[in-house]
């Protein structure tokens, strides 16, 4: 006699269609961050810094210095004391 397999049941995948998702309005503090970081151009400055450290062709592109620099000033201002949670 041969042994069989229970059949179970198994869960739908759930998928969501991100666009039909409702945004957040923000913080106000963030919003007034970006606003002048912005202004000034900070994004430029920064990835004018990180040039030297670019690869050509090293596989697939990273964050922007930009955005990796406000990422970990949330980190600091919100008490997270690891990238992972940051991210």
């Given at each position: 006699m041969?042994?069989?397999?229970r059949?179970?049941?198994?869960?739908?995948?759930?998928?969501?269609?991100?666009?039909?998702?409702?945004?957040a309005?923000?913080?106000?503090?963030?919003?007034?961050?970006?606003?002048?970081?912005?202004?000034?151009?900070?994004?430029?400055?920064?990835?004018g810094?990180?040039?030297?450290?670019y690869?050509?062709?090293?596989?697939?592109?990273?964050?922007?210095?930009?955005?990796?620099?406000?990422?970990?000033?949330?980190?600091?201002?919100?008490g997270?004391?690891?990238?992972?949670?940051?991210?």
């Open positions: 041969a042994l069989g397999k059949a179970r049941d198994r869960q739908a995948e759930l998928w969501v269609d991100s666009r039909s998702l409702a945004e309005p923000g913080h106000p503090f963030y919003q007034k961050l970006n606003e002048v970081l912005s202004k000034h151009g900070f994004d430029e400055y920064a990835e810094l990180c040039a030297p450290c690869a050509d062709r090293t596989g697939r592109p990273s964050v922007p210095p930009g955005v990796c620099f406000r990422m970990l000033m949330v980190g600091c201002y919100e997270l004391d690891s990238e992972r949670g940051i991210d």
